[in-house]
């Protein structure tokens, strides 16, 4: 069956801004798209500026627990993460299917219509695993499913504790498998139990050169390079983390990755922040992608990545929430110019297409969904419709300048995944009360005992 979908106004790429599109749909992908026509009976309508559907290029759905809930006090990432520990020590299947639920949820409202999950809570507390050693993948997957957003399970090895190999202690313990080779063990049979659903992938991740002693990271490499599946990995993100892979291995991390076969175009590097000039080569050389997360980057004071030298290369420029201290990819859009401009004390370095482009084009296929993310012919059915006379975006007319640098999340009004209404006039469809999930979910992880 063939649907259509009316758009007062389409942005078709680059800085191109059509009026009254309309985009027929059959089996959830665009067969056609009209530009300069007129709203037809039985059309399905969109106002505002209609965009492809937003991807969150990295997430950690459990530490949406922890916004404001650490911003007292002096600190550092390393004093925040002891929090974030604390959290995950309190999971368990059923809470994290339903903070899943109401996370995603909550995306899917701001115009995301597929995440990448970097899910490396795996066991029970002190390590054992669950009769189902995937239970909490799975918790993922349905918390995605429910939401109605695209998922990519991002499955994590975490091993060690430092790049020494340190083993895993405290709360860590239920983020490793044991060996490089047991976590490939665990996430084919993970792949293998989700099989052909549409709306999931499941790629790889190594934790960082910290959670993975090199010994190990082998068998994450050939894993993702045998299904030809994504390969994220946090690198570089504190001058800490650097400091100590010097001292150990005599290497920066991005050296590192690139010693044991893990740069690539299939590979992308989150958070990139501290790079040398040979780190910028090899990830060039070798069109390795980074993904920036600027407003949790900024919230825990990691620094300001180099992003137009990283633009300027071959790899794919994506972009996260992370620890969504907020969950809004426009405001992680136009950090990355605005950050810039602090840094560089010069305005407009990176236009606002690429910025958008960004959030759209290079997260899907960042995340192995390589036919999303743009209007065209054959692609994933998803539209988002931002408002463009809101008390933010009055005035400023249907432009990407005003979608990047004024709109914000509640902006968006409608929302199709595939070609199904997942938001309607800010409503989600499947959950109705997302602020009320969000809080229960929360207060029975946070206040477990």
Request: one cysteine or more; a negative charge; proline letters at 4%.
């Given at each position: 069956?063939?649907?259509?979908?009316w758009?007062?106004?389409a942005?078709?790429?680059?800085?191109?801004?059509?009026?009254?599109v309309l985009?027929?749909?059959?089996?959830?992908r665009i067969?056609?798209i009209?530009t300069?026509?007129?709203?037809q009976?039985?059309?399905h309508r969109?106002r505002?500026?209609?965009?492809?559907?937003?991807a969150?290029?990295?997430?950690?759905?459990?530490?949406?627990?922890?916004?404001?809930r650490t911003?007292?006090?002096r600190g550092?990432?390393?004093?925040w993460?002891?929090?974030m520990?604390?959290a995950?020590d309190?999971?368990n299947?059923d809470?994290?299917?339903?903070?899943?639920?109401?996370?995603?949820?909550?995306?899917?409202l701001a115009g995301i219509?597929a995440v990448g999950?970097?899910?490396?809570?795996?066991?029970?507390?002190?390590?054992?695993?669950y009769?189902d050693?995937?239970?909490?993948?799975?918790a993922?997957?349905d918390?995605a499913a429910?939401a109605?957003?695209?998922l990519?399970?991002?499955?994590t090895?975490?091993?060690?504790?430092?790049?020494d190999?340190?083993?895993?202690?405290?709360?860590?313990?239920?983020?490793?498998?044991g060996t490089g080779?047991?976590?490939?063990?665990?996430?084919e049979a993970?792949?293998?139990q989700v099989?052909?659903q549409?709306a999931?992938l499941?790629?790889?991740?190594m934790?960082?050169?910290?959670?993975?002693?090199?010994?190990?990271?082998?068998?994450?490499?050939?894993?993702?390079?045998?299904?030809?599946?994504p390969?994220?990995?946090?690198?570089s993100?504190?001058i800490r983390?650097v400091?100590?892979?010097?001292a150990v291995?005599?290497r920066t991390?991005?050296?590192?990755?690139r010693?044991?076969?893990?740069?690539?175009?299939?590979?992308t590097?989150?958070h990139?922040?501290?790079?040398?000039?040979?780190?910028?080569?090899d990830?060039?050389r070798?069109s390795t992608?980074?993904?920036f997360?600027?407003t949790?980057?900024r919230?825990?004071g990691?620094?300001?990545?180099?992003?137009?030298?990283?633009?300027?290369g071959?790899?794919?420029?994506?972009?996260g929430?992370?620890?969504?201290?907020?969950?809004?990819?426009?405001?992680?859009?136009?950090?990355?110019?605005l950050?810039e401009?602090l840094?560089s004390?010069?305005?407009?370095?990176?236009?606002?297409d690429r910025?958008?482009m960004?959030a759209?084009?290079?997260g899907?296929r960042?995340?192995?969904?390589?036919?999303?993310?743009e209007?065209?012919m054959g692609?994933?059915a998803?539209?988002?419709?931002v408002q463009?006379?809101s008390?933010?975006t009055?005035?400023?007319g249907a432009?990407v300048?005003n979608?990047?640098?004024a709109?914000?999340?509640?902006?968006v009004?409608d929302v199709?995944v595939?070609g199904?209404a997942v938001v309607?006039?800010?409503k989600h469809?499947?959950v109705?009360?997302?602020e009320?999930?969000?809080?229960?979910?929360?207060a029975e992880?946070m206040?477990?005992r």
């Amino acid at each position: 069956m063939t649907d259509t979908w009316w758009c007062e106004h389409a942005w078709l790429g680059g800085d191109s801004v059509a009026d009254g599109v309309l985009f027929a749909v059959n089996d959830g992908r665009i067969t056609t798209i009209e530009t300069d026509t007129t709203a037809q009976p039985g059309s399905h309508r969109l106002r505002g500026l209609v965009i492809p559907g937003l991807a969150n290029a990295h997430s950690h759905a459990f530490h949406r627990a922890l916004r404001s809930r650490t911003q007292r006090d002096r600190g550092s990432f390393w004093t925040w993460r002891d929090l974030m520990y604390r959290a995950a020590d309190r999971l368990n299947p059923d809470r994290y299917r339903r903070l899943a639920r109401a996370v995603y949820a909550e995306m899917a409202l701001a115009g995301i219509t597929a995440v990448g999950e970097f899910h490396y809570v795996h066991h029970d507390s002190g390590g054992a695993p669950y009769a189902d050693p995937n239970a909490m993948g799975h918790a993922v997957i349905d918390g995605a499913a429910d939401a109605g957003i695209r998922l990519t399970l991002l499955d994590t090895c975490y091993l060690s504790s430092a790049p020494d190999g340190s083993p895993l202690a405290g709360p860590q313990q239920r983020f490793g498998d044991g060996t490089g080779d047991e976590w490939a063990q665990r996430v084919e049979a993970l792949r293998q139990q989700v099989g052909a659903q549409p709306a999931v992938l499941v790629g790889a991740a190594m934790h960082s050169v910290r959670g993975v002693p090199i010994e190990h990271m082998p068998s994450v490499v050939e894993w993702a390079a045998a299904h030809s599946a994504p390969l994220h990995v946090h690198s570089s993100e504190q001058i800490r983390e650097v400091e100590q892979c010097l001292a150990v291995h005599g290497r920066t991390p991005t050296a590192v990755l690139r010693d044991i076969g893990a740069l690539g175009p299939q590979s992308t590097a989150v958070h990139a922040t501290h790079l040398t000039a040979e780190d910028f080569a090899d990830l060039d050389r070798t069109s390795t992608g980074v993904c920036f997360c600027p407003t949790t980057e900024r919230d825990l004071g990691d620094g300001i990545g180099p992003a137009p030298a990283l633009l300027a290369g071959r790899g794919l420029f994506s972009l996260g929430s992370d620890s969504h201290a907020v969950i809004d990819l426009f405001e992680e859009a136009r950090a990355v110019e605005l950050n810039e401009r602090l840094a560089s004390r010069v305005r407009g370095a990176i236009a606002a297409d690429r910025l958008l482009m960004a959030a759209t084009y290079d997260g899907h296929r960042a995340l192995g969904w390589a036919d999303a993310g743009e209007f065209v012919m054959g692609a994933h059915a998803d539209f988002v419709a931002v408002q463009m006379d809101s008390i933010r975006t009055a005035g400023g007319g249907a432009t990407v300048e005003n979608v990047v640098f004024a709109a914000a999340a509640p902006d968006v009004t409608d929302v199709v995944v595939d070609g199904r209404a997942v938001v309607v006039d800010r409503k989600h469809v499947t959950v109705p009360n997302v602020e009320t999930e969000l809080a229960s979910a929360i207060a029975e992880l946070m206040d477990a005992r």
